[in-house]
């Protein structure tokens, strides 16, 4: 069954940098547009950024000229990477498979919508 699996989350202080990677798991032939996600504690999960097949990305108000999100096609890898990071960007990131690349596949599918355990990140002032 295909799940997808959040890391690089850490502890760092106002104006630092850290470097999130998901990758998706359990069936490498299965590809996906994916996007980025966070939940800060007492509030709603809140879109990040998002990448698609084309390589072309949006991202989230909050997120934009600071954040960046990649994509390493060969290790079916993406990243987004946090830059400038202020105490309001301290919550739980997941990232989520949104769309399934090529040919439909009823096994690949079942990874459609499912979140990771997320990685914390907790910027401190």
């Known amino acids: 069954q295909v799940q997808v699996a959040e890391s690089g989350g850490g502890s760092v202080q106002t104006g630092g940098s850290l470097r999130l990677s998901c990758a998706p798991f359990?069936?490498?032939?299965?590809?996906?547009?994916m996007s980025w996600s966070r939940q800060a504690p007492g509030k709603e999960r809140e879109f990040v950024a998002s990448?698609?097949?084309?390589?072309?990305?949006k991202y989230a108000a909050s997120a934009k000229g600071r954040f960046t999100i990649s994509e390493d096609y060969a290790k079916n890898l993406v990243s987004l990477e946090l830059n400038s990071l202020e105490p309001e960007d301290t919550a739980m990131y997941y990232c989520?498979?949104?769309?399934?690349?090529?040919?439909?596949?009823?096994?690949?599918?079942?990874?459609?919508?499912?979140w990771g355990q997320g990685t914390l990140v907790n910027v401190s002032s």
């Open positions: 990448i698609d097949d084309d390589g072309d990305t």
């Open positions: 359990g069936n490498s032939q299965c590809k996906y547009d």
């Open positions: 989520k498979a949104d769309t399934l690349r090529g040919a439909w596949s009823t096994v690949c599918a079942r990874g459609l919508g499912k």
